[in-house]
């Protein structure tokens, strides 16, 4: 089976331009996760969904990212305006949540984000 | 808060050789769940092993154990006849059982596997 497929690997953008982060969790997860992976911050949860609807925003750093997910098979991280402080890894995990806390998250190989 | 350390920044180990990587952490909950990742050069975050906390049984995954003691909140991975392979970040992680779904990570170790 197929893992959890994220686009595009890498992207280097200038300030102020808007970038777009794709993700395809693992089919028949029902839970997606967005975590960024700093040098100064390490991993940190963004956002995650479950059954496409978002639960838990409180990671997102600032009104600049959104997050959407339209379907269960297709999640977005949008930036806009970026900034050179958002230079990181982000990736997506996705999960099968069937019983209370019996899920195992697995990572797609992530984006690495440079802003200029 | 839940907090998880990881208190050795670098480690090194023969090839063939055992080694261990150390894992503390801070919860108040009583059931929740514990994970070593590994991360490659590659920046891939792969799972390597997974602890349940109301099981007393250690998880083994081939040449991979832990030793987990809910007691003392310490949780450690063996890696027995590391390969050059086994080379890679190593992150301990922690969730919850109830609440916020998030991972909470150690700082991570990187283990380097001398030929």
Redesign the interface.
């Given at each position: 089976d197929a893992g959890v497929i994220q686009s595009p690997r890498h992207e280097v953008t200038e300030m102020g331009q808007e970038v777009t982060l794709r993700c395809k969790p693992i089919s028949g997860h029902n839970s997606l996760f967005w975590y960024r992976q700093t040098m100064m911050r390490g991993l940190e949860l963004l956002i995650y969904f479950n059954n496409n609807v978002p639960i838990d925003d409180s990671g997102m750093p600032e009104d600049r990212f959104s997050a959407k997910m339209p379907n269960a098979s297709f999640s977005t991280l949008k930036i806009q305006p970026s900034e050179p402080r958002d230079s990181a890894v982000y990736f997506c995990a996705s999960s099968l949540r069937r019983d209370r806390g019996r899920e195992t998250q697995y990572f797609g190989p992530g984006t690495r984000l440079l802003v200029l | 808060a839940q907090t998880v350390t990881q208190s050795q920044p670098e480690m090194s180990v023969q090839e063939a050789e055992t080694v261990t990587l150390s894992c503390t952490y801070d919860t108040s909950e009583s059931?929740?769940?514990l994970?070593w990742?590994k991360q490659p050069p590659?920046?891939?975050?792969?799972?390597v092993i997974?602890q349940e906390a109301y099981k007393q049984q250690n998880a083994t995954e081939n040449r991979f154990s832990v030793n987990f003691q809910k007691a003392a909140k310490s949780f450690s991975l063996k890696i027995s006849d590391s390969q050059l392979g086994d080379a890679a970040m190593y992150?301990c992680a922690y969730?919850?059982?109830?609440g916020?779904?998030?991972?909470t990570?150690?700082?991570?170790t990187r283990l380097q596997v001398q030929p």
């Open positions: - | 059931d929740y769940y994970f990742y590659s920046r891939q975050m792969i799972l997974r992150f969730i919850k059982d109830t916020r779904r998030a991972l990570f150690g700082s991570g």
